[in-house]
């Protein structure tokens, strides 16, 4: 079978099903959740660990996932000096909301 993103390193193949949901609300309402999933990767990108590390893998130490929203949509947030931004308050991935990915 052909994989639907053939630069994926092997060691890297279960981001392909990740979905990552960004939780963005506006003072607690106005609440909004896109969800996200991988679009591509490409191997060649400047790392965080350039020449690879003691136990990892030479594909995993560089590369660069881009994640896309499902689908194309707008949203609505109320603008005004006293109103509080829009704020990103949790991130999910695969639906897993005992993880903490932003403290």
Known sequence: SVS???????DL????????ELWIDQEG???IRPMMRLMG???????????????????VSGGFAEFMPVKRESFAF???????????R????????SRDYLS
């Not at 193949?13 to 990552?20: D, F, K, R, S, Y």
């Not at 990767?41 to 594909?59: F, H, I, M, Q, T």
């Not at 109320?78 to 990103?88: N, S, T, V």
Request: proline residues 9%.
């Open 4 to 10: 639907k993103h053939p630069y994926l390193p092997r």
């Open 13 to 20: 193949a279960w981001l392909g099903g990740t979905e990552v």
């Open 29 to 31: 309402f106005r609440a």
């Open 41 to 59: 990767y490409s191997p060649r990108s400047r790392s965080l660990l350039p020449y690879g590390e003691r136990g990892v893998s030479a594909d």
């Open 78 to 88: 109320h603008y005004a000096i006293l109103d509080g931004l829009p704020m990103l």
């Open 90 to 97: 949790r991130v999910t991935v695969g639906g897993d909301e």
